[in-house]
């Protein structure tokens, strides 16, 4: 009888707390057409990113550090911050799909979510995990949604230190802060008494579509599957008796 595989441990193996299913996801970034094609009226060719502003959507695809939230080409607060003066009564739409993220970004981006007039609209797609899941609760009341078929997964920030006790230490109480930061956030967004928020979170913990409606991360779903139909209907369907 062949002996059960076991994998071993090495410094190239992943942190078994990082979450093996979320990482997979962030091997390689998604594959996107530079460039549009516009009308003759609008010009030849827009950048994707461009016309994806101009069309008032930020899309949220990576792992969510500072970079991403101020630096890099994703620009999220500068952006928000631009459509917003532009125009602080048409709705912003953030489409997320990142399975970690930073908590000191997912703040920073809350805060100027909620410093700025236009609603913003969040919309989870494939894989939104940790921290960035609280980003997705964060968007305008009535505004949260997600894809059918996407995740969410709830889990308390990870962290690590090094050095003196002291030190450690404080990087304890700073990772504590952070903690109880990010749950009351969800707490407020999602209506939870704050004992089930840490209930939720108190390991990774994954849902669905309609646990993340039932939770309060999300107002509706979008693409839900129709209801299933018979093959006798489907035939006189088809023959154009309905």
Do not use: W
């Amino acid at each position: 009888m062949p002996r059960p595989f076991t994998p071993s441990l090495s410094p190239c193996t992943p942190p078994l707390g990082a979450g093996l299913i979320a990482q997979s996801r962030r091997v390689q970034d998604p594959i996107i057409p530079p460039y549009i094609q516009l009308s003759p009226q609008q010009g030849d060719a827009i950048d994707l990113y461009g016309y994806m502003l101009q069309n008032r959507i930020i899309m949220v695809g990576k792992r969510v550090n500072d970079a991403v939230a101020t630096q890099a080409r994703g620009i999220v607060v500068a952006s928000l911050l631009a459509l917003d003066s532009i125009n602080p009564n048409e709705e912003i739409r953030l489409y997320i799909n990142a399975g970690a993220g930073s908590p000191y970004a997912i703040t920073g981006i809350l805060d100027t979510i909620r410093a700025m007039q236009a609603p913003v609209s969040t919309i989870g797609v494939g894989m939104v995990g940790g921290a960035v899941a609280v980003l997705l609760a964060g968007g305008a009341k009535g505004r949260r949604f997600i894809m059918a078929n996407s995740r969410v997964m709830l889990q308390q920030p990870n962290g690590g230190a090094m050095g003196s006790a002291d030190e450690v230490n404080i990087q304890a109480t700073e990772l504590n802060r952070t903690m109880q930061l990010m749950y009351t956030f969800l707490a407020e967004y999602t209506g939870l008494p704050m004992d089930k928020v840490e209930e939720e979170c108190d390991r990774e913990h994954f849902l669905g579509a309609e646990e993340s409606k039932e939770l309060g991360i999300v107002d509706g779903i979008i693409g839900t599957p129709p209801a299933f139909m018979p093959r006798n209907g489907l035939l006189q369907f088809a023959r154009g008796n309905f």
